[in-house]
Protein backbone atom coordinates (compact mmCIF):
# COMPACT_ATOMS: atom_id res chain seq x y z
CA UNK A 1 0.00 0.00 0.00
CA UNK A 2 1.42 3.45 -0.84
CA UNK A 3 0.14 7.04 -0.67
CA UNK A 4 -1.44 6.70 -4.72
CA UNK A 5 -3.57 3.95 -3.82
CA UNK A 6 -4.45 5.61 -0.51
CA UNK A 7 -6.01 8.65 -2.72
CA UNK A 8 -7.36 6.59 -5.27
CA UNK A 9 -9.04 3.70 -3.33
CA UNK A 10 -10.59 6.43 -0.55
CA UNK A 11 -9.01 4.71 2.07
CA UNK A 12 -9.25 7.11 4.61
CA UNK A 13 -12.64 7.50 4.54
CA UNK A 14 -13.61 3.61 4.09
CA UNK A 15 -11.12 3.32 7.35
CA UNK A 16 -13.48 5.80 9.13
CA UNK A 17 -16.58 4.24 8.02
CA UNK A 18 -15.10 0.69 8.46
CA UNK A 19 -15.41 -0.41 5.00
CA UNK A 20 -12.08 -1.69 4.59
CA UNK A 21 -11.04 -5.19 5.09
CA UNK A 22 -9.25 -6.84 7.94
CA UNK A 23 -6.16 -7.04 5.62
CA UNK A 24 -6.60 -3.52 4.37
CA UNK A 25 -7.04 -1.67 7.58
CA UNK A 26 -4.28 -3.23 8.84
CA UNK A 27 -1.87 -2.29 6.15
CA UNK A 28 -2.77 0.76 5.99
CA UNK A 29 -2.19 1.62 10.16
CA UNK A 30 1.28 -0.02 9.01
CA UNK A 31 1.98 2.43 6.50
CA UNK A 32 0.72 5.29 8.94
CA UNK A 33 3.14 3.91 11.29
CA UNK A 34 5.86 3.58 9.28
CA UNK A 35 5.57 7.43 7.53
CA UNK A 36 4.54 9.52 10.18
CA UNK A 37 4.92 12.42 8.10
CA UNK A 38 2.59 11.23 5.68
CA UNK A 39 0.37 11.00 8.63
CA UNK A 40 0.82 14.12 9.74
CA UNK A 41 -0.46 15.75 6.61
CA UNK A 42 -4.15 13.36 6.74
CA UNK A 43 -6.95 15.88 7.35
CA UNK A 44 -8.21 13.24 10.55
CA UNK A 45 -8.93 13.79 14.23
CA UNK A 46 -5.42 14.47 16.23
CA UNK A 47 -6.63 11.53 18.69
CA UNK A 48 -7.30 9.19 15.74
CA UNK A 49 -3.17 10.43 14.69
CA UNK A 50 -2.32 9.55 18.13
CA UNK A 51 -3.97 5.78 17.90
CA UNK A 52 -2.43 5.47 14.47
CA UNK A 53 0.92 6.60 15.64
CA UNK A 54 0.73 3.46 18.58
CA UNK A 55 3.40 0.70 18.40
CA UNK A 56 1.54 -2.89 18.14
CA UNK A 57 1.11 -4.60 21.06
CA UNK A 58 2.09 -8.20 21.21
CA UNK A 59 0.59 -11.61 20.83
CA UNK A 60 -1.88 -10.41 17.53
CA UNK A 61 -3.30 -12.36 15.02
CA UNK A 62 -0.68 -11.42 12.20
CA UNK A 63 2.25 -10.11 14.76
CA UNK A 64 1.17 -6.35 13.64
CA UNK A 65 -1.88 -5.32 14.77
CA UNK A 66 -4.98 -6.77 16.62
CA UNK A 67 -8.00 -7.86 14.49
CA UNK A 68 -10.35 -4.44 13.71
CA UNK A 69 -14.08 -5.01 14.43
CA UNK A 70 -16.72 -4.99 11.78
CA UNK A 71 -18.30 -1.44 10.46
CA UNK A 72 -20.99 -2.08 12.72
CA UNK A 73 -19.07 -3.16 16.05
CA UNK A 74 -16.78 0.10 15.20
CA UNK A 75 -19.87 2.12 15.10
CA UNK A 76 -21.06 0.54 18.43
CA UNK A 77 -18.35 0.76 20.45
CA UNK A 78 -18.38 3.56 22.70
CA UNK A 79 -15.20 4.16 24.04
CA UNK A 80 -11.75 2.01 24.05
CA UNK A 81 -8.97 1.05 26.40
CA UNK A 82 -7.51 4.93 25.53
CA UNK A 83 -10.51 7.09 25.54
CA UNK A 84 -11.26 6.82 21.62
CA UNK A 85 -14.72 7.29 20.60
CA UNK A 86 -15.20 5.68 17.21
CA UNK A 87 -18.02 7.06 16.69
CA UNK A 88 -17.71 10.99 17.67
CA UNK A 89 -14.74 11.12 15.87
CA UNK A 90 -16.03 9.75 12.48
CA UNK A 91 -18.59 12.18 12.69
CA UNK A 92 -16.00 14.95 13.66
CA UNK A 93 -14.50 14.31 10.61
CA UNK A 94 -16.92 13.84 8.23
CA UNK A 95 -18.25 17.68 9.74
CA UNK A 96 -15.18 19.52 9.38
CA UNK A 97 -13.70 17.53 5.97
CA UNK A 98 -16.52 15.65 4.70
CA UNK A 99 -18.13 16.91 1.22
CA UNK A 100 -21.55 18.85 1.42
CA UNK A 101 -24.03 16.44 1.30
CA UNK A 102 -26.87 17.08 -1.48
CA UNK A 103 -29.05 18.38 1.22
CA UNK A 104 -26.89 21.16 2.65
CA UNK A 105 -25.90 22.13 -1.01
CA UNK A 106 -30.15 22.66 -1.06
CA UNK A 107 -29.92 24.83 1.80
CA UNK A 108 -27.02 26.99 0.46
CA UNK A 109 -28.54 26.95 -2.94
CA UNK A 110 -32.10 28.32 -1.72
CA UNK A 111 -30.32 30.92 0.83
CA UNK A 112 -28.08 32.50 -2.27
CA UNK A 113 -31.29 32.31 -3.81
CA UNK A 114 -33.11 34.30 -1.73
CA UNK A 115 -30.63 36.81 -0.87
CA UNK A 116 -30.44 37.41 -5.13
CA UNK A 117 -33.87 38.07 -4.81
CA UNK A 118 -34.23 40.20 -1.92
CA UNK A 119 -31.80 42.32 -3.43
CA UNK A 120 -33.89 42.46 -6.84
CA UNK A 121 -36.86 43.23 -4.95
CA UNK A 122 -34.63 46.24 -3.12
CA UNK A 123 -33.41 47.72 -6.64
CA UNK A 124 -36.82 47.10 -7.88
CA UNK A 125 -38.56 49.20 -4.82
CA UNK A 126 -36.21 52.21 -5.50
CA UNK A 127 -36.11 52.06 -9.73
CA UNK A 128 -40.66 52.23 -8.85
CA UNK A 129 -39.42 54.79 -6.13
CA UNK A 130 -37.68 57.24 -8.41
CA UNK A 131 -40.37 56.65 -11.37
CA UNK A 132 -42.89 57.26 -9.27
CA UNK A 133 -40.63 60.71 -8.28
CA UNK A 134 -40.17 62.10 -12.14
CA UNK A 135 -44.11 61.63 -12.90
CA UNK A 136 -45.41 63.50 -9.69
CA UNK A 137 -42.89 66.49 -11.19
CA UNK A 138 -43.64 65.76 -14.71
CA UNK A 139 -47.30 66.26 -13.74
CA UNK A 140 -46.29 69.21 -11.78
CA UNK A 141 -44.62 70.64 -14.62
CA UNK A 142 -47.58 69.92 -17.20
CA UNK A 143 -50.19 71.52 -14.60
CA UNK A 144 -48.04 74.71 -14.78
CA UNK A 145 -47.22 74.76 -18.31
CA UNK A 146 -51.03 74.54 -19.48
CA UNK A 147 -52.32 77.54 -20.58
CA UNK A 148 -54.81 78.62 -18.01
CA UNK A 149 -57.14 81.93 -18.60
CA UNK A 150 -56.58 84.80 -16.95
CA UNK A 151 -58.01 86.31 -13.81
CA UNK A 152 -56.64 89.74 -13.78
CA UNK A 153 -54.91 91.84 -15.82
CA UNK A 154 -51.70 93.92 -14.70
CA UNK A 155 -49.78 96.73 -16.51
CA UNK A 156 -46.10 96.93 -16.29
CA UNK A 157 -43.47 99.37 -17.70
CA UNK A 158 -40.45 97.80 -19.13
CA UNK A 159 -37.46 99.92 -19.65
CA UNK A 160 -34.82 98.14 -21.84
CA UNK A 161 -30.68 98.38 -21.71
CA UNK A 162 -28.24 98.58 -23.61
CA UNK A 163 -26.95 94.83 -23.80
CA UNK A 164 -28.30 91.55 -22.58
CA UNK A 165 -29.09 92.12 -18.30
CA UNK A 166 -27.62 89.11 -16.29
CA UNK A 167 -30.37 88.86 -14.25
CA UNK A 168 -34.24 89.77 -14.34
CA UNK A 169 -35.20 93.62 -14.76
CA UNK A 170 -38.67 92.40 -14.07
CA UNK A 171 -39.37 89.68 -11.21
CA UNK A 172 -42.83 88.98 -10.86
CA UNK A 173 -42.74 85.66 -9.52
CA UNK A 174 -44.87 82.70 -10.47
CA UNK A 175 -48.41 83.84 -10.97
CA UNK A 176 -50.96 81.96 -9.54
CA UNK A 177 -53.86 82.32 -10.80
CA UNK A 178 -52.40 83.86 -14.10
CA UNK A 179 -52.77 86.79 -15.23
CA UNK A 180 -52.72 88.46 -18.53
CA UNK A 181 -49.30 91.12 -18.51
CA UNK A 182 -49.74 94.53 -20.38
CA UNK A 183 -46.26 95.63 -21.09
CA UNK A 184 -45.20 98.69 -22.09
CA UNK A 185 -41.80 98.92 -23.74
CA UNK A 186 -40.56 102.44 -23.54
CA UNK A 187 -38.54 102.99 -27.22
CA UNK A 188 -38.21 107.02 -26.57
CA UNK A 189 -35.13 106.72 -26.69
CA UNK A 190 -34.84 105.45 -30.49
CA UNK A 191 -35.31 106.87 -33.48
CA UNK A 192 -37.56 103.66 -35.22
CA UNK A 193 -41.09 103.86 -35.69
CA UNK A 194 -41.41 99.79 -35.89
CA UNK A 195 -39.76 97.11 -34.07
CA UNK A 196 -39.59 93.60 -33.94
CA UNK A 197 -39.81 91.24 -30.53
CA UNK A 198 -38.28 88.35 -29.68
CA UNK A 199 -39.07 86.25 -26.14
CA UNK A 200 -36.80 83.54 -25.76
CA UNK A 201 -36.38 81.47 -22.70
CA UNK A 202 -33.32 81.62 -20.69
CA UNK A 203 -31.42 78.34 -21.12
CA UNK A 204 -33.99 77.51 -23.40
CA UNK A 205 -35.86 78.14 -26.63
CA UNK A 206 -37.52 80.46 -28.58
CA UNK A 207 -41.01 81.21 -27.46
CA UNK A 208 -42.14 83.67 -29.95
CA UNK A 209 -41.12 86.49 -32.49
CA UNK A 210 -43.51 89.53 -33.49
CA UNK A 211 -42.73 91.66 -36.04
CA UNK A 212 -43.65 95.04 -37.48
CA UNK A 213 -45.13 96.26 -34.11
CA UNK A 214 -45.80 100.09 -34.48
CA UNK A 215 -45.19 102.27 -31.10
CA UNK A 216 -47.70 104.23 -30.26
CA UNK A 217 -47.63 108.46 -29.61
CA UNK A 218 -45.98 107.74 -26.37
CA UNK A 219 -43.47 105.89 -28.15
CA UNK A 220 -43.97 102.91 -26.49
CA UNK A 221 -44.75 99.35 -27.32
CA UNK A 222 -47.58 97.88 -25.88
CA UNK A 223 -47.59 94.00 -26.13
CA UNK A 224 -50.38 91.67 -23.89
CA UNK A 225 -49.09 88.23 -22.87
CA UNK A 226 -51.09 85.34 -20.55
CA UNK A 227 -48.40 84.83 -18.42
CA UNK A 228 -49.38 80.90 -18.41
CA UNK A 229 -48.71 80.56 -21.55
CA UNK A 230 -45.06 80.36 -20.57
CA UNK A 231 -44.08 78.22 -17.24
CA UNK A 232 -41.71 79.21 -14.55
CA UNK A 233 -38.59 80.41 -15.59
CA UNK A 234 -36.43 83.56 -16.99
CA UNK A 235 -37.31 85.13 -20.32
CA UNK A 236 -35.20 87.14 -22.59
CA UNK A 237 -36.77 89.70 -24.37
CA UNK A 238 -34.96 91.55 -27.46
CA UNK A 239 -36.32 94.85 -29.06
CA UNK A 240 -35.17 95.23 -32.57
CA UNK A 241 -35.98 98.47 -34.55
CA UNK A 242 -36.10 98.68 -38.44
CA UNK A 243 -34.17 100.77 -40.65
CA UNK A 244 -35.82 102.69 -43.40
CA UNK A 245 -34.07 100.06 -45.28
CA UNK A 246 -36.08 97.09 -43.56
CA UNK A 247 -33.17 96.49 -41.77
CA UNK A 248 -32.93 95.02 -37.99
CA UNK A 249 -31.14 97.06 -35.34
CA UNK A 250 -31.10 96.23 -31.78
CA UNK A 251 -32.67 98.72 -29.70
CA UNK A 252 -32.60 96.94 -25.84
CA UNK A 253 -33.14 94.07 -23.93
CA UNK A 254 -34.97 93.42 -20.86
CA UNK A 255 -35.41 90.24 -18.83
CA UNK A 256 -39.03 88.73 -17.19
CA UNK A 257 -38.64 86.28 -14.48
CA UNK A 258 -41.76 84.15 -13.69
CA UNK A 259 -40.80 81.67 -11.19
Known amino acids: MDRDYIEHEHIVDRYLSGDLTVR???EF?????????FLGSLPIPVRLKARLARHPVEATETGMFQAIPSSAARVAMEVNEEGFDAA??????????????????LLW?????LILALGSIVAYAMHASELTRQLKQLRHDSKQSLLQPPASVQSYK???????????TLALGWLQPP??????????????SQFQITIDKVDGGRIMQIRRMASDSNKEVRLGLNSSAFGPGEFSLKVDGYTWRGQLETVGWARLALE
Open 179 to 192: QLLELSIDTAGSRY
Open 158 to 168: LQLTPGQPGQA
Open 29 to 37: EKYCLENPD
Open 88 to 105: QEQDEWHRRYAPPTPSRL
Open 109 to 113: GLGIA
Open 24 to 26: EAR
